[in-house]
């Protein structure tokens, strides 16, 4: 019996490498949003993921240190937990990137070379 898995690798680490294959990407991105920015980045969105990451976490945390002055210091709780749960629902609610035909097909010219208008006729 072959199988297409290298023979290298030992026995749990191809099984750890096949139970990823398997698992629910939006439940990952989810979780590892505890950090902001992670969940979008694992969804293959990394210009937000990045700019969610350096430097929205950046300006969070000034906004809720400044508004900590005014809110004896509650903003220092309630905002970062507000922070954190808008990026995981963002960061779930997203479609993945990692989804065989993904990719947007490119765009139908027309013979003269300009972008053909799309309509039911056209569309196939």
């Known amino acids: 019996m072959k199988s297409d898995t290298p023979s290298h690798l030992p026995d749990d680490l191809r099984a750890l490498r096949d139970g990823a294959r398997d698992m629910d990407r939006n439940m990952l ?10 969940g979008h980045l694992v969804k293959r969105y990394y210009g937000l993921g990045l700019t969610i990451l350096i430097p929205g976490n950046a300006l969070m945390i000034f906004v809720a240190a ?9 903003s220092l709780i ?3 937990i507000i922070w954190i749960a808008s990026i995981a629902w963002s960061a779930y609610l997203l479609p993945d990137r990692h989804r ?3 990719a947007t097909p490119p765009p139908k010219l027309t013979e003269d070379g300009h972008l053909r208008q799309r309509n039911e006729e056209n569309d196939v």
Request: proline share 12%.
């Open 29 to 38: 991105a989810l979780i590892l949003s505890v950090i902001p920015g992670l």
């Open 100 to 102: 065989p035909g993904y």
């Open 78 to 80: 309630a905002l970062p």
């Open 66 to 74: 400044w508004l900590s002055l005014a809110t004896f210091g509650i």
